[in-house]
C-alpha cells in the first residue's frame, strides 16, 4: 500500500481514486496506516456485515474470516475493468495498473 501512497499524484493525473479495503475495524485501519507513517487517501472498513464487499468481489476467504489480496480498476460506468487476485505475499507492480488506465 505505500507503494500506492508513493504513486498518488500519478494515479490523480490518471483521473482515478485510490482506496484500501479491508475487513479489519477502523480503529484498526487508524493503527496501520499510523504504523506505514501515513496513508492519505481513503480506508475502508468492510467490517459489518463482515466481508460483505470483499464477497461480492470474489475476494473474500470464508474459511479464515480475511480476504485475498487484490486490486480491483472499477470504471466511470461502475464495471469492473481489472480484477487481480493474487497471493497475499506480492503485489504487481503499479505499472499494470497504469496500463489498464490508459486503455479506459
Known amino acids: 500500500m505505500p507503494s500506492y ?35 492519505t487517501y481513503p480506508l475502508l472498513a468492510d467490517f459489518e456485515p463482515k466481508g460483505a464487499v470483499a464477497k461480492s468481489f470474489g475476494a473474500y476467504r470464508d474459511a479464515d474470516g480475511i480476504t485475498e489480496r487484490a486490486l480491483f480498476v472499477i470504471d466511470k460506468a461502475g464495471n469492473v475493468a481489472y480484477a487481480d487476485i493474487h497471493d497475499i505475499k506480492t503485489q504487481p507492480d503499479n505499472e499494470t495498473i497504469h496500463d489498464v488506465l490508459r486503455k479506459l
Open 5 to 39: 501512497e508513493a504513486d498518488l499524484s500519478r494515479f490523480g493525473g490518471a483521473d482515478t481514486q485510490v482506496l484500501g479495503v479491508s475487513v479489519d475495524s477502523i480503529p484498526s485501519h487508524v493503527a496501520w496506516a499510523k504504523s506505514l507513517g501515513g496513508i
